[in-house]
């Protein structure tokens, strides 16, 4: 069973940035698609940034293009998400889940591996 652990959350203030860190226990994160999801207070979870594989391809939710950066480091088992320019009043709890072989397509039900996330708080 797939098992990775988010980390790097927090209060932020409005403007700010803060970079996610997701990290595999047990397992190498090589080969595996990594997809970081969002889920606000009542609201359903979705795609914030995915990366393939292979780490050619990126694929970014509209709503955070331009602001958000994932990246990956296979030598450190890790895949990163580099958040800029954090928008108020976004709060919301971030998880990294993995797929074997998969192209860097944010599809919920194709991940594997919700671990507990790590909140964000975007707040002044």
């Known amino acids: 069973q797939l098992q990775l652990v988010e980390s790097g959350g927090g209060l932020v203030q409005p403007g700010g940035s803060l970079r996610l860190s997701c990290a595999a226990s047990?397992?190498?994160?090589?080969?595996?698609?990594i997809g970081w999801f969002r889920q606000g207070p009542g609201k359903e979870r979705e795609g914030v940034a995915c990366?393939?594989?292979?780490?050619?391809?990126?694929t970014y939710a509209d709503s955070v293009k331009g602001r958000f950066t994932i990246s990956r480091d296979d030598a450190k088992n890790t895949v990163d998400l580099q958040m800029n320019s954090l928008i108020p009043g976004v709060t919301a709890v971030y998880y990294c889940?993995?797929?074997?072989?998969?192209?860097?397509?944010?599809?919920?039900?194709?991940?594997?591996?919700w671990g507990r996330g790590t909140q964000v708080t975007v707040s002044s």
């Open positions: 889940p993995a797929r074997l072989l998969f192209e860097a397509r944010c599809v919920r039900t194709a991940f594997d591996g």
């Open positions: 047990g397992f190498t994160l090589e080969h595996y698609a």
């Open positions: 990366i393939s594989s292979s780490g050619r391809t990126t």
